[in-house]
């Protein structure tokens, strides 16, 4: 399985940004679908937006319009990009790959075999 490793998380407030990071160890993202994830207490995880082998991108109707989600291939590097943040916006927030296509049910947890351990993002009012 590959390493995924996030980075970015913090404290905002409420209308600012941050952007995360997740770096692929032993294998570049190139060829895969990558995606974000985030799960808030006590609720479940689900699909922020994805990034397919062929560039497309996929954006959870909440996070359209505020959210960017990009990848360096010549970094290993999946980013998030995330503006306007709402205190709703507050989860852990993790990274997956999977050797699928995008194109499938990409929000699904079940469609990555590859995860990171999160990091956490905190929105207040």
């Known amino acids: 399985q590959a390493q995924l490793v996030e980075s970015g998380g913090g404290s905002v407030q409420a209308g600012g940004s941050l952007r995360l990071a997740c770096a692929g160890a032993q294998y570049t993202f190139s060829g895969y679908c990558v995606a974000w994830f985030r799960q808030g207490s006590g609720e479940e995880r689900e699909g922020v937006a994805s990034i397919g082998s062929d560039g497309s991108t996929r954006y959870a109707d909440s996070v359209k319009g505020r959210f960017t989600i990009s990848q360096d291939n010549a970094k290993n590097t999946l980013y998030l990009q995330m503006n306007s943040l709402k205190p709703e916006d507050t989860a852990m927030y993790y990274c997956?790959?999977?050797?699928?296509?995008?194109?499938?049910?990409?929000?699904?947890?079940?469609?990555?075999?590859?995860w990171g351990q999160g990091t956490q993002v905190t929105v207040s009012s």
């Open positions: 997956a790959a999977t050797y699928r296509a995008c194109s499938g049910p990409w929000s699904r947890t079940w469609w990555y075999n590859s």
